[in-house]
């Protein structure tokens, strides 16, 4: 049984098997999951897990170059991005900002979704691997 770390299985092999440049999704209760793409769902109820519960616990968890939001999530959602401001600072890492469209797009190439039970709008993040031999940010 495993001491310390992500304790859902799911994630955790989902973390253990990405490569440089594989995405993954965080995602709210609201975003539709593509065919074909892997969900993990952690929804248990509205808000339960939140959109910030789930990214500050991946933030520790996976080495990450580049971040993809919906342009969006800055007006409709500033406490969620301000989340993503404080994690993932502008200067250290990519920000990628389309629109919501072209962000459900790029969600069918996602590894997975991890479906959080988050219940405000456009709360939901790309997150892109990078090599874990590069400097740590």
């Known amino acids: 049984m495993q001491k310390h770390g992500i304790l859902n299985s799911h994630i955790a092999k989902v973390l253990a098997d990405l490569g440089h440049t594989d995405t993954i999704c965080i995602g709210d209760c609201g975003l539709p999951i593509p065919e074909g793409v892997r969900k993990i769902d952690l929804a248990l109820t509205y808000g339960v897990p939140s959109f910030e519960d789930v990214v500050r616990l991946l933030r520790y968890h996976m080495q990450v170059e580049a971040i993809h939001v919906g342009e969006p999530m800055a007006k409709e959602n500033p406490d969620n991005y301000a989340?993503?401001?404080?994690?993932?600072?502008?200067?250290?890492?990519?920000?990628?900002?389309?629109?919501?469209?072209?962000?459900?797009?790029?969600?069918?190439?996602?590894?997975?979704?991890?479906?959080?039970?988050?219940?405000?709008?456009?709360?939901?993040?790309?997150?892109?691997?990078?090599?874990?031999?590069n400097e740590e940010k």
């Open 83 to 133: 989340v993503l401001e404080e994690l993932y600072p502008k200067d250290c890492y990519e920000w990628i900002a389309t629109s919501h469209e072209e962000f459900k797009e790029a969600t069918k190439s996602c590894k997975c979704i991890i479906r959080t039970g988050e219940a405000t709008p456009y709360s939901n993040v790309i997150l892109r691997a990078d090599c874990i031999f």
